[in-house]
């Protein structure tokens, strides 16, 4: 059997994200001041935290051949309804978080469903449900903040256990949840054969559309989750929260070795994306760069990933 020349996206796909790293990470840690210290360090974590839990998310959707960019609106919806029950409506801390939850799944889950029963490319669905919970997060509250969180609550976001802070604890947790679905389950090979070839999987007995919506209903509670996190933290429901989401986590998962088109890519290979989009937003900040070129860094990484990927695919093709 002839073997397969290897070529520099194979040693990219390998290697490539973990060199990237360490580029990133001496460089921010010779130029950006107190980039080592370890208040940093932990705040850095902090922050990659809520959004590595919607990436988690989001690359499950891609793997499985689908694209969500409804989270940030997800996010912004749920957080505004958290604020609502339990500032406005003085409603237990749980019974909200529950609420809110469960109202994130159902979002993520009507994802699934139109682009199922309409037939819908999902990018459409979902960027089409991205600004429609855009508008009804301004609506819930005139576009006014909601502040003023039980104390309870906000531990969840602002809390520590010995000396790492509760969200991170949570994100690890979710990573791990995350991994061993994907690797060491028979749901998680399912999702690998959806992203693969949807026919072939519909062939070998997989319910497509039920796999399709769970899918989709898993980002929604990731989504969720994180809009817990992040009000808490902030102690406010913002309707503009999360609104760099959805690109951003296309770009941590794409940078992490997720397929564009589905069926490849691993969970350690996003959290090592996550952890540079973190150093890199972290690292501009404290050296005072611009937010709009940080802007720019991140549609060139998106850009190149993809780029990478598409060539990679257009080389398998040919094998073929």
């Known amino acids: 059997m002839e073997q397969t020349k290897k070529t520099w996206v194979d040693y990219y796909k390998k290697f490539g994200i973990y060199i990237f790293l360490a580029v990133v990470f001496v460089f921010f840690a010779i130029f950006a001041p107190n980039f080592l210290s370890s208040n940093n360090v932990i705040n850095i974590l902090r922050q990659v935290s809520m959004f ?4 988690v998310g989001v690359s499950a959707v891609m793997i499985g051949g689908g694209m969500d960019l409804s989270v940030g609106g997800q996010m912004a ?16 801390i749980v019974p909200a978080i529950l609420i809110g939850i469960l109202t ?13 029963k309409l037939h819908m490319a999902p990018i459409i669905v979902t960027l089409s449900m991205m600004l429609v919970l855009q508008g009804v997060a ?7 903040p909601i502040t003023g969180m039980p104390e309870g609550f906000t531990r969840i976001g602002q809390g520590y256990i010995g000396i790492i802070p509760v969200p991170v604890i949570i994100f690890v947790l979710f990573v791990v949840f995350g991994w061993v679905v994907m690797n060491k389950t028979y749901l998680g090979r399912q999702i690998y054969a959806l992203g693969g070839n949807k026919e072939a999987a519909r062939l070998a007995g997989i319910n497509v559309d039920r796999l399709t919506i769970f899918i989709y209903a898993f980002t929604g509670f990731a989504a969720s989750i994180a809009a817990v996190i992040m009000v808490g933290r902030t102690n406010a429901s913002q309707p503009g929260a999360g609104s760099s989401y959805p690109f951003d986590c296309m770009t941590a998962a794409c940078l992490g070795g ?13 959290v090592v994306g996550v952890i540079i989009l973190g150093i890199l937003d ?3 900040v404290l ?3 611009n937010s709009n070129f940080q802007s720019v860094v991140k549609g060139l990484i998106l850009l190149v990933a993809v780029a990478i990927d598409c060539y990679q695919g257009g080389k398998k093709k040919k094998i073929k």
Not at 52 to 55: A, R
Not at 77 to 92: C, E, F, P, S
Not at 104 to 116: Q, V
Not at 258 to 270: D, F, H, L, R, T
């Open 138 to 144: 301004y609506l819930i509250t005139g576009g006014y």
């Open 287 to 289: 050296m005072g760069v």
């Open 77 to 92: 919806v749920v957080g505004m309804i958290l604020g609502y029950l339990m500032v406005n409506l003085n409603l237990g």
């Open 104 to 116: 994130g799944c159902i979002f993520g889950s009507l994802n699934g469903i139109l682009a199922i």
């Open 282 to 284: 972290n690292g501009l």
């Open 258 to 270: 997720i397929s564009i088109s589905g069926g490849e890519g691993k969970i350690s290979g996003v």
């Open 52 to 55: 590595g839990i919607v990436v």
